[in-house]
């Protein structure tokens, strides 16, 4: 089981660094929450020594008009859609995506509106005038590059988005999940000593999976603090609330 878990990880680091070296313009990373999606995602970007000139996270939710003044603003970078699901339920959105996404060596998004300015035709000076004064442009270039992330079942997530993407789906059993956090774990919470950390993880593997509200890496982390912050009876809150 160690391996498999390994292995999806490992996967999902290879499948993020194509995306960031520019290779494949995007990846879709649907899964189970808490068990690290994100951490990789973060991990693996600051291993390719990304500045935060170089790339954009956005958490919660944009609207239609945000995600397409969003890709323009850092259409040269790398975006981040983390729990960002808004931008899979909505038909213009997905539109906006495919464009972005495209296989073509060109991949411009439009969005003819009141709310942008036509910038072709204009003069150099035009368009810095127009630029300079907050204009969004009603078509441009994205050459940057988009990872998704998110607890939805790809089943639900547009299939033009997924076709454009590589898709990797992160589920593991509760055993993986452990041994998930065992290989983890010097690294997890470095503040708090490893043999607290390791009795920890023990209480977890000696108690039935249906002890806890669920079980994950999150659900460890909130273990530790609650532990850390009641000694005494702190088993039973973490059944409890963790």
């Not at 983390?82 to 998004?109: G, P, W």
């Not at 300015?117 to 009603?138: D, E, L, V, Y």
Request: glycine share 4%; with cysteine; charged share 25%.
């Amino acid at each position: 089981m160690l391996m498999e878990s390994n292995t999806i990880f490992e996967d999902l680091a290879d499948l993020t660094d194509m995306v960031i070296n520019g290779i494949q313009p995007s990846v879709v990373i649907t899964g189970m929450a808490g068990i690290g999606k994100t951490q990789t995602v973060k991990h693996r970007i600051k291993h390719a020594n990304l500045s935060g000139n170089d790339y954009k996270f956005i958490k919660g939710y944009t609207s239609t008009m945000g995600l397409y003044t969003t890709l323009y603003h850092n259409r040269q970078k790398l975006v981040i859609f983390d729990d960002c699901d808004a931008v899979f339920k909505d038909s213009t959105s997905v539109n906006i995506l495919k464009a972005a996404l495209d296989s073509y060596d060109s991949r411009t998004i439009s969005w003819k509106s009141r709310v942008t300015t036509r910038f072709i035709g204009m003069s150099t000076i035009q368009r810095r005038r127009a630029k300079a004064a907050g204009k969004i442009p009603s078509e441009f270039e994205f050459e940057g590059g988009i990872i998704f992330i998110s607890n939805f079942p790809a089943s639900a997530i547009d299939p033009a988005v997924l076709s454009r993407s590589f898709v990797i789906d992160v589920v593991l059993t509760r055993e993986e999940i452990v041994n998930r956090i065992d290989e983890i774990l010097p690294k997890l919470m470095p503040e708090v000593a490893l043999d607290f950390k390791e009795s920890t993880l023990t209480f977890f593997k000696n108690e039935p999976s249906t002890a806890f509200k669920e079980f994950n890496i999150r659900t460890f982390t909130n273990a530790i603090k609650i532990r850390q912050s009641t000694p005494d009876g702190w088993e039973n809150l973490v059944k409890k609330y963790a």
